[in-house]
Structures are given as C-alpha cells and as structure tokens.
C-alpha cells in the first residue's frame, strides 16, 4: 500500500485548504483512514478518522471534515478557519478494514499501519 497526500502550502489564518490522500494497491472506502499531524518539537497528533462515521480531535472540531471520495479512491481533510497552530506536517494513514469486528481507536497511531510521507501545511498570522 502506498499512500500520497497533497493540497498542503501557504494560507493566511482563516483560510482554507483541503487535503487529499491517494491510495494505491488499496481501496480506501474498505479501510480505515486517519489524518495526523506533527508540528516542529512537538509529537504527531491525531487530527482526523474515519471508519464508518468521523471522528475529530477536539482542536477540529467544527473546522475540518474528514470525508471519501470512493470513486476517486482518495480522502480529503477539509480545513477551514485555520489557525496558526495548525501549522505542520501532514500525514494520511489508513489501516485495518471496515469488517473488522476489532474496536476502532482512531487517536491511536498503532491502528494505521501504513503512512503517507507527509505534506506541509503553514498557516501565517
């Protein structure tokens, strides 16, 4: 499996962007997806899942939207009124299928065995 995510750059706080990650060798809307993040110093976080409903960190809340695109074989992570803090690298990752009869625990990055190498997002105040 191998994951590439894009649509990260430069945005002014309380702009927009929307990320997207491709998979090939897998079919996402079959699996598990997460977006993470992780900011100079500081460790990945989770931002974002997805199994059969979303799920969102406390600090996107309100902001970002996790959603398939099953026919593009690719998720986006919509991003709105961004912050400053949300400046980092940003990661897609998925792991097990949706059958499975395992317990989803989408903060935890030990669900997603297989990562995208990363995309920058910089939000200037």
């Known amino acids: 499996v191998q994951l590439q995510a894009s649509g990260g750059g430069l945005v002014q706080a309380g702009g927009s962007l929307r990320l997207s990650c491709a998979a090939s060798g897998r079919t996402f809307s079959n699996y598990i997806v997460g977006w993470f993040r992780q900011a100079p110093g500081k460790e990945r976080e989770f931002v974002a899942g997805?199994?059969?409903?979303?799920y969102y960190a406390d600090s996107g809340k309100g902001r970002f939207t996790i959603s398939r695109d099953n026919a593009k074989n690719t998720v986006a992570l919509q991003m709105n009124s961004l912050k400053p803090e949300d400046t980092a690298v940003y990661y897609c990752?998925?792991?097990?299928?949706?059958?499975?009869?395992?317990?989803?625990?989408?903060?935890?990055?030990?669900?997603?065995?297989?990562w995208g190498p990363g995309t920058q997002v910089t939000v200037s105040s």
């Open positions: 997805i199994r059969w409903m979303p």
């Open positions: 990752a998925t792991g097990g299928p949706l059958s499975s009869s395992a317990t989803y625990s989408p903060r935890n990055p030990r669900e997603y065995a297989n």
